[in-house]
């Protein structure tokens, strides 16, 4: 039985990666998930599968060196899906440090943790270990308003903190592979949205606040282009790459689904209309009247979009969700989930807000 461990497995895409590769391999696999619950770690996506023989939990960071070689001491590893980030750039804006900590040292104890648990005296690796790290597109900076997509090829030109803070794990992760030939892939993927997702994300801030009447708060000119992925799409080509990707390779994963944002917004307004029933008091409240221009994002990216020919070539990855399905898929599972996103948005949320968007000018 292949043992995988996956790091910040209770956050957004790494839970729906573990219900994914549950709901695909069943008891062929045993999962082991690392996360230490930051504040974007929520044990309720996990729920339904805690139970499982062949899923375990341990609560740590994994800068805690002692803490992540001593499971790789115990278990057998034989996959590493390395997820565990800072994963918000309005956060990174305001706070850094916390971003270069948990991205690049955290990802330095992984790989040098999975490094020793995996290699040979003679400097080859116990076979067919192999060490996915998930990264972002965002590493390639910005694209023009008109032309030109991100390739494997593109030169890093982060420009936040967070993408800053990811490009150079990504720069770790190559380095060990080039100099310790340590086997390993990176993955370089554009915006994901699905169920599980922290409201502090553009996707489902919208969707929470239009079903309680807020304003919803558009960065700028609202024009900025962002390239949206569905999650379950995203993990499928996580465990694609890693059976069938050649070793040592980036692949970007991408949805060729490019938006403006004030479009995801009217799409989701108009979905939330169709979706709601004429007398539930919500339909009169998620009108665009809602729409609130507020203040720019600092250093904010103007266009992001992937090339995925690699992946598809290579491996016979391709996009399966559209975005019309995407999101209402998205939005009903919000509507059933009503609880989890109460739970979500209580106590430290109600201050994240408050700072983030009351000190925003419209
Ligand atoms: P998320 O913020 O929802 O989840 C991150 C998880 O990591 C949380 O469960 C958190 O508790 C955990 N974590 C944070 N610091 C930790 C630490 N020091 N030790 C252990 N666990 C820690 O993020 P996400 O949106 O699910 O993103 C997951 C990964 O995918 C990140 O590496 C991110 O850069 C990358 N990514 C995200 C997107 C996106 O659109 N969300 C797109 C491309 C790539
Ligand atoms: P976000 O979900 O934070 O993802 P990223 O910055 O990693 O792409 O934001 C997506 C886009 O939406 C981005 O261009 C910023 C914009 N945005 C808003 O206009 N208003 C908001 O309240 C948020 C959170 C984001």
Redesign the pocket.
């Known amino acids: 039985m292949r043992t995988y461990l996956v790091?910040?497995?209770?956050?957004?895409?790494?839970?729906n990666y573990i219900h994914y590769m549950f709901r695909k391999y069943g008891d062929e696999i045993k999962i082991i998930n690392?996360?230490?619950?930051?504040?974007?770690?929520?044990l309720e996506n996990l729920k339904s599968i805690e139970g499982k023989q062949n899923y375990s939990f341990i609560k740590?960071?994994?800068?805690d060196k002692e803490a992540i070689r001593e499971i790789f001491a115990k278990n057998d590893i034989d996959r590493v899906v390395?997820?565990?980030?800072?994963?918000?750039v309005d956060r990174s804006i305001k706070n850094p440090e916390v971003f270069v900590?948990?991205?690049v040292l955290?990802t330095a104890v992984m790989l040098n943790c999975a490094k020793e648990a995996w290699e040979l005296p003679d400097g080859t690796y116990k076979e067919d270990k192999k060490f996915l790290h998930?990264?972002?597109?965002?590493v390639y900076g910005s694209l023009e308003e008109d032309g030109g997509y991100f390739y494997e090829t593109t030169p890093y030109a982060p420009h936040s903190p967070?993408s800053a803070s990811?490009a150079s794990s990504d720069m770790l992760v190559r380095s060990y592979m080039d100099t310790y030939h340590f086997p390993a892939n990176i993955t370089?993927?554009?915006?994901?949205?699905g169920p599980y997702?922290?409201p502090e994300?553009f996707i489902p801030l919208v969707i929470n606040n239009a079903l309680q009447g807020k304003k919803l708060p558009v960065y700028g000119d609202g024009k900025n282009v962002r390239d949206w992925l569905y999650v379950e799409d995203?993990a499928k080509a996580i465990d694609m790459v890693q059976e069938k990707g050649r070793l040592f390779e980036t692949y970007n994963i991408g949805g060729h689904n490019e938006k403006q944002n004030i479009e995801i917004l009217h799409i989701i307004l108009d979905t939330l209309q169709e979706m709601l029933a004429d007398d539930d008091p919500r339909k009169k409240l998620a009108t665009e009247e809602l729409i609130t221009y507020v203040e720019d994002r600092k250093g904010h990216d103007r266009r992001y979009a992937i090339a995925p020919d690699k992946i598809k070539a290579e491996i016979g990855w391709e996009p399966e969700t559209m975005f019309k399905e995407g999101i209402r898929r998205t939005i009903k599972w919000y509507f059933e989930n009503e609880e989890w996103m109460k739970n979500a948005t209580s106590g430290d949320y109600q201050k994240y807000y408050a700072e983030m968007y009351n000190a925003k000018s419209e």
């Open positions: 790091t910040g497995g209770a956050g957004f895409i790494g839970s690392v996360d230490a619950l930051t504040y974007a770690g929520n740590a960071d994994i800068c390395h997820f565990a980030a800072e994963s918000h900590r948990t991205n955290g998930v990264s972002t597109d965002e967070y990811k370089n993927c554009s915006n994901n949205y997702q922290f994300k995203h």
